[in-house]
């Protein structure tokens, strides 16, 4: 899948950094990140935590808040891209927990997908709800969190 990633050029001229703390797309929006030419001035590095104990400890979420609201949830979306901001200390941090499939994780259906953003501490997250295969709720995934982004960067 080819992404349009001409926000990632808005935010290299604007000079506004960013991160990601990756689950379900276990690193693809970083990876897409990495695509354009000029991204290593803002993009000092990211994390991937697909596993409950990952998350808090490379991102310090506290294990009562991943217990009481799930992994899937909108909670946990904002605790990482908070944290994964705050950790790398840029700009922007960028989120993504949810199920890939083919099976359900926390009682939600595969496909499901919450996407947390924190831009210039401003929090909000996007819960969606994909079809298809798991490389293309992955993609999709990552394709939204771009047209996400769009929405902010002036």
């Given amino acids: 899948m ?8 808005r935010l290299i001229e604007q000079n506004k950094s960013i991160t990601a703390a990756e689950s379900l797309t276990a ?3 970083q990876a897409t990140l990495g695509d354009v030419a000029g991204v290593s001035k803002i993009f ?5 935590t697909y596993s ?19 992994v899937v949830s909108s909670e946990v979306a904002i605790w990482m891209a908070q944290q994964s901001k705050q950790i790398m200390k840029t700009n922007i941090g960028v989120s993504f927990t949810g199920v890939a499939g083919p099976d359900g994780l926390e009682g939600h259906l595969s496909g499901t997908v919450f996407i947390g953003l924190d831009y210039d501490g401003m ?4 819960e969606c709800h994909f079809e298809g295969t798991r490389q293309e709720v992955r993609e999709q995934s990552v394709a ?3 047209d996400l982004l769009k929405l902010h960067v002036k």
């Fill in 2 to 9: 080819q992404f349009d990633t001409s926000v990632i050029n």
């Fill in 27 to 29: 690193g693809l929006f």
């Fill in 44 to 48: 000092p590095g990211g994390f991937v």
């Fill in 52 to 70: 409950n104990e990952a998350k808090a400890s490379l991102l310090q979420i506290p294990q009562p808040i991943i217990q009481a609201c799930g």
């Fill in 123 to 126: 929090q909000s997250v996007k």
């Fill in 144 to 146: 939204e969190a771009l």
